[in-house]
């Protein structure tokens, strides 16, 4: 079945450390993204990517990192200049970057620093 | 730049009861509107689409409806039942001086359907 995979689902970085969160689609989709989740918050966009070697910051870029050498992977490096990176982590795709598509997600990766 | 807002933050009924949730935007130049659920510490799974052309469409039990130039979209839920408990959020794609490409999400109605 096509679809995204994170992983790992549950992930805890210690202070200082750079951590990566893996995300992967086999829905053959051109754009991909990142997305955080804080309690009682809405979704906020980290990064995002509308072709191969081609990414775009979102509105809360500062302290992470992405690459995309693969159509079908967007890891995401959360820096230790991320100051509180303790959240839910969501990758999600679409066919395109523009118009008239919609979102698949991923099933997330929950952060926590120990 | 646009803004989302979703009220109410949290609702309650009980089991069998019609139900709307509401999702508000700013800025009426989208590309789309969609419905999500999650289910508590899991991702978003997509429920509708509907397109800045279309007025409604329907799954099942769920309908939701856009009125572009009030800003406005609903979720409709028949017959509710306790596995419909979740939260639902909507995301609008595109608007003026927004990336076509990047969705807003609102932070969502958090759904109990009581047995």
């Known amino acids: 079945d096509g679809g995204i995979t994170q992983s790992p689902k549950y992930l805890f970085r210690k202070e200082g450390q750079n951590v990566t969160l893996s995300c992967e689609q086999n829905l053959n989709h051109d754009a991909m993204y990142w997305y955080r989740q804080d309690p009682g918050q809405g979704l906020r966009l980290i990064y995002y990517?509308?072709?191969?070697?081609?990414?775009q910051k979102g509105d809360i870029a500062e302290g992470y990192s992405v690459s995309r050498e693969k159509k079908e992977s967007f890891p995401l490096t959360v820096t230790s200049a991320q100051k509180n990176p303790t959240a839910f982590y969501l990758c999600a795709s679409s066919i395109e970057g523009q118009g008239i598509y919609g979102y698949t997600f991923g099933s997330g990766t929950r952060l926590t620093v120990v | 730049k646009q803004e989302v807002t979703q009220i109410p933050a949290a609702l309650s009924v009980p089991e069998g009861e019609n139900l709307v949730l509401n999702c508000s935007f700013t800025?009426?130049?989208?590309?789309?509107l969609q419905w999500f659920r999650q289910d508590p510490g899991k991702g978003l799974t997509s429920l509708l689409l509907i397109q800045s052309s279309q007025r409604e469409q329907t799954s099942g039990r769920l309908n939701a409806s856009l009125d572009k130039s009030s800003g406005r979209s609903t979720l409709y839920i028949a017959a509710s039942q306790p596995g419909d408990s979740a939260t639902y959020l909507c995301?609008?794609?595109?608007?003026?001086?927004?990336?076509?490409?990047?969705?807003?999400f609102g932070d969502g109605t958090t759904l109990t359907v009581k047995p």
């Open positions: 990517s509308q072709i191969v070697n081609d990414f």
């Open positions: 995301a609008v794609k595109g608007g003026l001086n927004t990336n076509a490409g990047k969705s807003t």
């Open positions: 800025d009426s130049a989208i590309y789309n």
